[in-house]
């Protein structure tokens, strides 16, 4: 159910790079932040080092990969260790992949309440609710 948005800048060249970070991205947040991959979502963009800058230079002078990740989850589905795990397993992973990183690259995890998150025309909330009401058919009475 995340909503995984991912801009980066390499000079690394590969035909599977995007589809690697999303893949990568996808993983970790099913491996630590506890997400079904089967309903996640990974835009990926990249940007040319030369139009990245950091610390008043491009990136392409600094001969430095960099990277800005925001990811949608519902509030309070995730413990605040489990966030930071996922934070530092991304940086690590994704310097592995893109080279070196420059110390500014990010990972935003937004914390979005339930009813105001969804997909498919559903809000978190309803799912929710909508899981709690249902009765399994060997508890009705006959």
Known sequence: ???????????????????DIASTVSDLSAEILHK???????????????????????LAEQKLASFWL?????????SKD?????????????????GPLHRESYVHVHDVRADAYGF???????RYIARKLWVPPYQLAV
């Not at 925001?70 to 995730?78: K, P």
């Not at 498919?120 to 309803?126: I, V």
Request: proline share 5%.
């Open 70 to 78: 925001d990811i949608r989850i519902v509030d309070g589905t995730n």
């Open 36 to 58: 079904d991959p089967k309903v996640t979502a990974v835009i990926v963009e990249s940007a040319n080092p030369a139009d990245w800058f950091a610390g008043g230079k491009s």
């Open 1 to 19: 159910m995340p909503l995984i948005t991912i801009r980066y800048t390499t000079s690394r060249q590969s035909p599977s790079l995007k589809a």
């Open 120 to 126: 498919g025309g559903l809000t978190q909330e309803r």
């Open 82 to 98: 489990e966030k930071a795990d996922f934070i530092a397993a991304v940086y690590k992973r994704l310097e592995e992949l893109l």
